[in-house]
Nanobody
Framework: QVQLVESGGGLVQAGGSLRLSCAAS????????MGWFRQAPGKEREFVSA????????YYGDSVKGRFTISRDNRKNTVYLQMNSLKPEDTAIYYC?????????????????????WGQGTQVTVSS
């Protein structure tokens, strides 16, 4: 049974930092692309970041580029999202996702449909 468990969310002041973790089990982690998405109340799910399984290439949504960094540790079956310079508009539930497709494009990494498994999410709240 595949499980993705996010942790590291919480309440932080604007300008602060958080590091999210997503621990995966039940899958060959190193063979999966990993992504982070977020959803704020009343808004659609938004792509945050992704990292390829093959060479660690990273992708970011425009709203987080330059502030967030995704990384993965295949020995620990864990993907991380380092979030710096947080803004109130970053407030959302953050979800990690795992996907395995024959080929990914920059566009498909940002599409929720490209992922097979999802975590339950962790809340991030940024106060102004």
């Amino acid at each position: 049974q595949v499980q993705l468990v996010e942790s590291g969310g919480g309440l932080v002041q604007a300008g602060g930092s958080l590091r999210l973790s997503c621990a995966a089990s039940g899958l060959t982690f190193s063979s999966y692309a990993m992504g982070w998405f977020r959803q704020a109340p009343g808004k659609e799910r938004e792509f945050v970041s992704a990292i390829s399984y093959s060479d660690g290439t990273t992708y970011y949504g425009d709203s987080v580029k330059g502030r967030f960094t995704i990384s993965r540790d295949n020995r620990k079956n864990t993907v991380y999202l380092q979030m710096n310079s947080l803004k109130p508009e970053d407030t959302a539930i953050y979800y990690c996702a795992a996907g395995r497709r024959p080929a990914y494009t920059r566009t498909s990494y940002a599409a929720g449909a490209a992922y097979d498994y999802w975590g339950q999410g962790t809340q991030v709240t940024v106060s102004s």
